[in-house]
T-cell receptor, first 112, second 115 residues
Framework: AQTVTQSQPEMSVQEAETVTLSCTYDTSESDYYLFWYKQPPSRQMILVIRQEAYKQQNATENRFSVNFQKAAKSFSLKISDSQLGDAAMYFCALLGGQNFVFGPGTRLSVLP | EAGVAQSPRYKIIEKRQSVAFWCNPISGHATLYWYQQILGQGPKLLIQFQNNGVVDDSQLPKDRFSAERLKGVDSTLKIQPAKLEDSAVYLC?????????????FGPGTRLTVT
């Protein structure tokens, strides 16, 4: 069975600072995808960033970047220059085979 | 490009009543997912369709939940009879699931309250 673990239920960051959200996973698939999703309060879940497991280069999308450590099965999300609009639940997700698994989420607060 | 549409957005019912949710995925997306998201938790997969066939329904409580995706486009999820613990947000998502495009796109969800 595939699993996704997010060990930080809650995190906070000062506006304009950098924060890193942790995610570890387990899968027996050799080919898989990893994602970070953002869910603002009472709003729609949206994709933040994706990473193909076969790619060694870490994905980057503007202020969002990942640190993908395949051997350690770790997939952390770094948010640079944090903004008030970054406050949300962040979910790490794994797609292996045809199975999509979400982690329990990390609630990020951004302090002005 | 239109996103994933869901209706209704909110529903309040009494326990033992029935309810149905509707989802229209992004055009061309072969894979459709229904999730249950209880407040403060991550989404839990209920059922996954590939076109009009079921790929995974292992976590669907089949004694009360049913889902269909006729013609491989839109889908309905039904609960009958509802229990208090079914109070949650029901999310629909779709994915192209090919050509390297595997991410899911989510609808706004239906918030169900069972009293």
């Amino acid at each position: 069975a595939q699993t996704v673990t997010q060990s930080q239920p809650e995190m906070s960051v000062q506006e304009a600072e950098t924060v890193t959200l942790s995610c570890t996973y387990d899968t027996s698939e050799s080919d898989y995808y990893l994602f970070w999703y953002k869910q603002p309060p009472s709003r729609q879940m949206i994709l933040v960033i994706r990473q193909e497991a076969y790619k060694q280069q870490n994905a980057t999308e503007n202020r969002f970047s990942v640190n993908f450590q395949k051997a350690a099965k770790s997939f952390s999300l770094k948010i640079s220059d944090s903004q008030l609009g970054d406050a949300a639940m962040y979910f790490c997700a794994l797609l292996g085979g045809q199975n999509f698994v979400f982690g329990p989420g990390t609630r990020l607060s951004v302090l002005p | 490009e239109a996103g994933v549409a869901q209706s209704p957005r909110y529903k309040i019912i009494e326990k033992r009543q029935s309810v149905a949710f509707w989802c229209n995925p992004i055009s061309g997306h072969a894979t459709l997912y229904w999730y249950q998201q209880i407040l403060g938790q991550g989404p839990k997969l209920l059922i996954q369709f590939q076109n009009n066939g079921v790929v995974d329904d292992s976590q669907l409580p089949k004694d009360r939940f049913s889902a269909e995706r006729l013609k491989g486009v839109d889908s309905t999820l039904k609960i009958q009879p509802a229990k208090l613990e079914d109070s949650a947000v029901y999310l629909c998502a779709s994915s192209l699931a090919s050509q390297g495009e595997y991410e899911q796109y989510f609808g706004p969800g239906t918030r169900l309250t069972v009293t």
